[in-house]
Nanobody, 126 residues
């Protein structure tokens, strides 16, 4: 059983930046696909970004050029740097782990991911 612990959410004005963090076990961190998903108010969960074992990244079109996913191998921590935030980025953000894939990470299918963090609220005001 993997435990994912998120931090870094908050409230910012449009155009601002936030950094989300997610810590997990060393083995999972170095082995599997990891992703960030979000659930806007009143909407379903959607993929934001994913990173595979080799560090190859994927992004949703809505965040390309503004968000950056990265990982720190020494700290077993996954990050999501969010710049140029927009009100439509307001959502609960979750980190997730797919223990069935190491490469070619899914971004559209959140049900592929097996373990989830508790979620962290991001609110962007106009």
């Amino acid at each position: 059983q993997e435990r994912l612990v998120e931090s870094g959410g908050g409230s910012v004005q449009a155009g601002g930046s936030l950094m989300l963090s997610c810590s997990l076990s060393k083995y999972a961190f170095s082995t599997y696909c990891m992703g960030w998903f979000r659930q806007p108010p009143g909407k379903g969960r959607e993929g934001v970004s994913a990173i595979d074992r080799a560090g190859t990244t994927r992004y949703a079109d809505s965040v390309k050029g503004r968000f950056t996913i990265s990982k720190d191998n020494a700290k077993n921590t996954l990050y999501l740097r969010m710049n140029s935030l927009k009100p439509e980025d307001t959502a609960i953000y979750y980190c997730a782990l797919d223990v069935r894939r190491a490469y070619d990470c899914y971004l559209r299918s959140w049900s592929s991911y097996d373990f989830w963090g508790q979620g962290t609220q991001v609110t962007v005001s106009s």
